[in-house]
């Protein structure tokens, strides 16, 4: 069994920024496609950003890229985002994946095996 531990986010002045760690365990012999998602309240779960096993490929959405850096490390994924604006506020997810088929899959959460708990970033202006 795949777990996804989830660290970060919390409450943010608009302009600021934040760091969110997630890390994968159960299977130390796997690696695994990570990403983040993020869900505001009355909206649909929206795709943030995403990232090879590897490290070569990423992927952001285009809400938050230029302000947003993902990278990958021993299972661990982290995104860093800058120059926050209050509609970055939701319940941020990360989520795993074993394999991917094709480069479009990054940004489809249903292509994605497991998930974390999910941790809430407000930004207040």
């Known amino acids: 069994q795949v777990q996804l531990v989830q660290s970060g986010g919390g409450l943010v002045q608009a302009g600021g920024s934040l760091r969110l760690a997630c890390t994968a365990s159960?299977?130390?012999?796997?690696?695994?496609?990570m990403g983040w998602f993020r869900q505001a309240p009355g909206k649909e779960r929206e795709f943030v950003a995403a990232?090879?096993?590897?490290?070569?490929f990423t992927f952001y959405s285009g809400a938050v890229r230029g302000r947003a850096t993902i990278s990958i490390g021993d299972n661990t994924v982290l995104l860093q985002m800058s120059a926050l604006k209050p509609e970055d506020t939701a319940n941020y997810f990360c989520?795993?994946?074993?394999?991917?088929?094709?480069?479009?899959?990054?940004?489809?959460?249903?292509?994605?095996?497991?998930w974390g708990q999910g941790t809430q970033v407000t930004v207040v202006s």
């Open positions: 159960g299977r130390e012999d796997t690696h695994y496609a």
């Open positions: 990232i090879g096993w590897n490290g070569l």
């Open positions: 989520a795993a994946a074993i394999v991917m088929s094709d480069a479009g899959a990054y940004r489809r959460a249903d292509d994605y095996h497991f």
